[in-house]
């Protein structure tokens, strides 16, 4: 039991109890636990949702030698989620997303499939992050540029 709480813990980011009960409920099936686990993560993003974001970070990505570039303004809770490895790699892949996809608002960038995993939207992905961190988190803005275009 405790090497698959282990990994459940590697592959979700979930804490010991959460994983525990998770293969409990699920009697031992590690990806039925993993379903539990981001069902539950949804769920406690859902109930984050109109909490303040009064910290966070703007995040520029260049791609392509240059050629194409995105800032993007993510906000959450603390400083201390801001300066996590999650919350920067998040950031990354929304401007590496609004580099890649051109969305033309968050409204649009939040409902677009995402480019690494396309059975997900970055909403989805944003969730996941509020429900492994227990703070709101939101895309507040961004720019796009290409070398070229106006």
Known sequence: MLEKIKELRQKTGAGVMDAK????????????????????????????SDREVNSGKVYCYTHAGGSAAAMVEVACETDFVAKNEEFEALCKEVAMQIV?????????????????????TI????????????????VIRFARYKLGVE
């Open 21 to 48: 009960k998770a293969l409990e409920e699920s009697k031992g099936n590690v990806e039925k636990a993993i379903e539990l686990i981001k069902a539950k993560g949804l769920a406690k993003a859902e109930s984050k």
């Open 123 to 138: 909403e989805q992905l944003v969730k996941e992050l509020v429900g492994k961190t227990g703070e709101n988190i939101r």
């Open 100 to 120: 890649s996809m051109n969305p033309k608002d968050v409204e649009e960038l939040m409902s677009q499939a995402y480019i690494r995993d396309s059975s997900k």
